[in-house]
């Protein structure tokens, strides 16, 4: 199984339109969860960390699901500026918490 | 603030070249990372440096070394360059190692090995 799951898409969307994307990961033990923003060509940036209790941030806003191992990012009033890809972040366990294992992704593209 | 920065932008080796990519973050952060990043694949890590003076390797250091020349600087060898090395490097630092914080990326060297 891999470690940080997430549909590839692209998703394609209207402008205005609410958007949802998911992710699994594969480690209970996983201590820390992000969501990453990608732009083509570009590097990636910090979009929000996730916490338990959920949290928003203007028009995103992002769930952890410990028990389902599952996070979410729900997008509202999508702006073309939003098309990018968002990449699923999972800090790891134990001896590894160093490390950030990233998902590959999930295209969106906000259309006029 | 620069932030992160590394150089070269664009490179192209010839099987067997060594270079090296180099970072370099004024943020004062004690950890820095190497990552690579190939079509269709998520980042994977090659190597981290927890603190100035340390190393240690992440997911896939085959073929690369590295050199954390200050607490500044982190540097990506590599000695005899693959055509599997073909890909967009990106360096990053954090405040710490762990936690919740965030990782500040480069805007990253595409390498291409022919």
């Known amino acids: 199984r891999k470690e940080v799951e997430q549909d590839p898409g692209p998703f394609n969307v209207p402008e205005g339109a609410t958007v949802a994307f998911n992710c699994t990961y594969s480690?209970?033990?996983?201590?820390?969860f992000f969501w990453y923003r990608q732009d083509c060509r570009k590097e990636p940036k910090l979009l929000m960390s996730?916490?338990?209790?959920?949290n928003e941030d203007g028009r995103f806003t992002a769930q952890l699901n410990r028990a389902s191992q599952y996070i979410s990012l729900l997008i509202r009033d999508s702006k073309l500026s939003d098309s990018a890809t968002y990449l699923c972040?999972?800090?790891?366990w134990g001896a590894g918490s160093y490390q950030l294992t990233f998902g590959k992704g999930t295209k969106l593209s906000v259309i006029p | 603030n620069a932030g992160v920065t590394q150089t070269p932008k664009f490179q192209v080796l010839k099987t067997g070249q060594s270079m090296t990519l180099q970072c370099a973050q004024d943020?004062?952060?004690?950890?820095m990372y190497w990552y690579r990043q190939d079509p269709g694949m998520g980042l994977r890590l090659i190597y981290y440096?927890?603190?100035?003076?340390?190393?240690d390797k992440g997911e896939v250091p085959n073929g690369y070394n590295v050199s954390r020349l200050n607490k500044r600087e982190f540097s990506l060898r590599l000695e005899s360059a693959a055509p599997s090395q073909t890909s967009v490097y990106f360096c990053?630092?954090?405040?710490?190692?762990?936690?919740?914080?965030?990782?500040?990326f480069g805007p990253g060297t595409r390498l291409t090995v022919l």
């Open positions: 990053a630092s954090s405040p710490t190692s762990g936690g919740t914080d965030t990782q500040y």
């Open positions: 943020m004062n952060h004690n950890s």
């Open positions: 440096s927890a603190s100035e003076g340390t190393t």
């Open positions: 480690n209970s033990a996983s201590q820390s």
């Open positions: 996730v916490y338990s209790s959920g």
């Open positions: 972040v999972v800090r790891g």
